[in-house]
């Protein structure tokens, strides 16, 4: 029997090493930034509840950053904290939780438990690898389109890397005596690893539902007056997307090659794993039903008058009415409670500055220091500088909630197309997940595997990251200018 | 040792009984009502989109009532109706997610986790049982104070009754040798057992925050334009809760004698058991602590400028900043989950049909009904009927959708003070549990236990209904009178 998908890290795990000083020194360095900046008084020109709003949600960034209590805790913290201190009204406190670009996310949270549940995810892996597994660069690619494939209605980046693509790599380079242990791990291992890592940063960037934290960008955007709807990111991320989900597979496979690269052995597995999960179960035709649905209605949705958080609905809808899932799965999902919490509080945090008008604020001090410089190489030299900074960074999360508002109002505020502006910053968001080993949730797990040494984990991920840069702003600058973004 | 604290039943367990017709038949029952009222046309004076609200508020009560899934799904499939249907947009769908009451009863809901995780909450019934226990009148006084000290910090009945108050009963009766199945449970237990039942439903009545539904009708009374805020309901319960809560237990012991009367054991085995249980722990403390923190907020806070929600948002950071809870917790507390997702549709759905005008045209017509009828016996005859049409329902939030909104309109609509009203209707939605084995959470624990007949059950919760009707009305509404309400 093929081994039971699991799920391989704590949902909520705090995510410091074991050198980080104490919880409650971590808590006082958070909590004391943010005091400092409540008591420096408001720069002219911004009022006190804008700024004391900065104040909680630095210390809430902060707190994030330095995680002396779980994410989701320390964003109900900060929400706790506006309301405690009179800088919001519980109105405004609470009014992240009923936004609809989060109930798309957390929505999808709860669709997604269908792949791991009937299986449908692992069959659609060993599919493509019956397919594309003759030769190990082969497996690399059929992991890459199965990531692809599951992406837009798996938001979270660590269920659909670590629950249903790793245990798939895993059982496969085992199957190859490739083990990380033993000396092993280079024959095909380390490569299926570290590449399943990297074209899951790509298909995380493609789609709005492709990772939590990407409708942060969008409502954050939206703040700025920039509309950025599902069918907008996945349009203008489909080509550079496509051709990074061609090159960085064959890039890895040329510095980093397998040392088996021939596995006819492979597809035989493949199919041996799809004969045991035999014929296609009722439950695993009612997912590719409703997947089809949701994608139809996400790509139409316009000309249909229906809404993505409405379609998505209507797909959990369709999952209970059939009991593929249960409601005691969805009140499981607790990946799906913890990030509508987190999301919300930050939405919600972010959209208030936005308001009280510290963002323009913020970008009209900034935007002057670009005199005389052009947008696009400001816009390049902004995005590269945000991208570049993920290696500080231990979430994506984190770094969107730290940079993306501000980036993008000086990327606006120097003359940038807002559009392009907000999906250059949104899909750098993902992609810079590419360089260390614990920029993003995906990353300790495939690591922590074992079969890539942190040099190579890094040194690669250098190479890749310049790859991605490249692709995406001169190949998908040009499809950005084609379809009229800019 | 004494015995964990579990909470005995299914946290969404489906409620029907086994004779029930199949899951898809009373799906089909809910939607075809609904449909029909659909289909036919809208009576004049109310708008097509309130008709079409309507028509899916109805299906979505009776699916409540009806239970082919559980509460919190046929809630959800009702919120994406409403939507995917076109009735409301998506951001009037998602509204009562963000809605202050409902956060306030979430928190609570988290919060009251840690009475059971410190076991604070065992250990005041053995308190309370250690100074009362010499009787077991006086045990019973026990369990209901023990009761009425939880009441404000924990929503769920459920868990009250069943996971805290009820192995607290349990054990006692055992050590008394009384057992429900070995023809000894009249000697204690059964008495016990059913005054506790009687008792949790008082305590429901006493607090807004005491019983999950409550802030449903605090939000129906709103869309009529009346204030309901936590202590205006907590003052106006005192009097009559109080007094329901000395006269209820003696009734019963009248009634429904224990053998056992005189229990000079009872008050050695409490003291054996907070023995047991050690000198208040750390997070006992902090417990107490964020209890009085927020009765303190709760009560003063229209002077203190804290709103309610605020005030539960500042007890849960105490709790997670001191790590007496955790956020699995948090994550894990499903029953909040659960009772976040029915409760804001609902409220939803009532909202957005009240904006609509529905509850109005309803209130004009049937208002008509009652001309030359003063307000008093109007609102006296309104309120029993809502009390005894409770037999006819498996829950209390089935019970306030269907009819709550409806009754207060019509009692405002023949001129009853509102807020009176309001209340009474309130106090009514807990107090007609009393009746029978199925009519609210508790009462299938409690009744399960098997110490009471079912026509014992049904007998005393008749006579204990009346009790509570005459104290409530009579003696309330002198109350009521005094403190201004009316």
Redesign the interface.
């Known amino acids: 029997m093929q081994r039971q998908a699991r799920i391989p890290t704590p ?2 795990g705090e995510t410091t090493t074991q050198s980080a000083p104490p919880r409650y020194v971590r ?1 006082g360095i958070a909590v004391g930034l943010g005091a400092a900046i409540w008591l420096v008084p408001a720069p002219s020109g911004v009022m006190p509840e804008a700024w004391h709003l900065f104040a909680i949600f630095v210390a809430t960034v902060a707190g994030i950053m330095l995680a002396p ?2 994410m ?2 320390v964003a ?2 900060g ?3 506006s ?2 201190t ?1 800088t919001l ?3 405004d ?8 670009v989060i ?1 798309l996310v957390v929505m999808a949270f709860f669709i997604s438990r269908g792949f791991i549940k009937t299986r449908l995810g692992p069959r659609i892996a060993y599919l493509f690898m019956a397919i594309l597994g003759r030769r190990t660069l082969g497996l690399g690619y059929s992991m890459v389109a199965s990531d692809l494939v599951l992406a837009p209605a798996i938001p979270s980046i660590t269920a659909r890397a670590g629950a249903i693509i790793f245990p798939v790599v895993q059982s496969m380079a085992e199957a190859f005596d490739s083990r990380p242990s033993d000396g092993t791990a280079r024959r095909m291992g380390a490569y299926l690893i570290k590449n399943s890592f990297q074209g899951n940063l790509i298909t995380s960037a493609m789609f709005m539902t492709a990772m939590a934290a990407n409708p942060l960008t969008v409502e954050m955007a939206a703040n700025l007056g920039i509309e950025v709807t599902w069918t907008r990111w996945a349009t203008a991320a489909a080509v550079p997307g496509l051709v990074s989900l061609l090159v960085v597979p064959l890039v890895l496979y040329k510095l980093y090659p397998p040392d088996i690269k021939k596995t006819p052995e492979a597809t035989r597995i493949a199919r041996n794993r799809l004969a045991e999960l035999g014929r296609l179960q009722r439950g695993e035709w009612i997912m590719l039903g409703t997947i089809a649905m949701l994608l139809v209605l996400w790509i139409f949705g316009k000309w249909l ?3 993505s ?2 379609a998505a ?2 797909g ?2 369709v999952l ?2 059939t009991r593929v899932l249960t ?2 799965d ?3 999902e ?1 990946r799906a ?2 990030t509508f919490i987190w999301l919300s509080a930050l939405v919600m945090m972010a959209s208030n500055l936005s308001t009280l008008g510290l963002i323009a604020w913020f970008s009209d001090r900034v935007s002057g220091l670009f005199t005389g410089v052009g947008w696009l190489p400001a816009l390049v030299m902004l995005s590269l500088i945000y991208f570049y900074s993920h290696y500080f960074f231990a979430s994506n999360t984190a770094h969107i909630s730290a940079m993306y508002a501000a980036f993008l109002a000086v990327a606006v505020g120097v003359g940038s197309p807002p559009v392009l502006a907000a999906l250059v910053l949104g899909y750098f968001s993902n992609l810079s997940s590419s360089m260390t080993h614990y920029g993003t949730g995906p990353a300790p797990v495939l690591f922590g595997a074992g079969y890539v040494s942190l040099g190579n984990w890094w040194k690669l991920g250098a190479i890749v990251s310049v790859v991605n840069v490249v692709i995406w702003l001169g190949l998908g600058g040009l499809w950005w200018k084609i379809i009229g973004i800019w």
């Open positions: 949902i909520v808590l209590f779980p989701g805790a109900l913290l929400v706790a904290a309301t405690l009179g009204s519980i109105g406190a609470l009014s992240g939780f009923s936004n609809n109930w008058h229906v809404h958080t409405t609905l209507a959990l809808g209970l009415l409601w005691e969805v009140l499981n607790k409670w913890n």
